[in-house]
């Protein structure tokens, strides 16, 4: 019986990291998370009541 979850390809070619920003996000991969808890209050201050 075959492997159903085996795959040709090589882990390089299946697993590559994320090179550029996914268009229209204007924001950096790398740059996740570094956003502090009141930043992120503003953030949704700003939303909640512009």
């Known amino acids: 019986?075959?492997?159903?979850?085996?795959?040709p390809d090589p882990v390089e070619q299946?697993?590559?990291?994320?090179e550029t920003p996914a268009p229209?996000?204007?924001i950096?991969?790398?740059?996740r998370g570094e956003l502090t808890a009141?930043?992120?209050e503003e953030a949704l201050r700003?939303?909640?009541?512009?």
């Not at 299946?14 to 994320?18: A, D, L, N, T, Y």
Request: charged share 30%; net charge negative.
């Open 24 to 26: 229209g996000t204007g």
């Open 28 to 31: 950096d991969h790398e740059s």
């Open 1 to 7: 019986m075959s492997n159903p979850m085996a795959n």
């Open 14 to 18: 299946r697993f590559q990291e994320v």
């Open 46 to 50: 700003d939303v909640i009541d512009p």
């Open 38 to 40: 009141e930043e992120v």
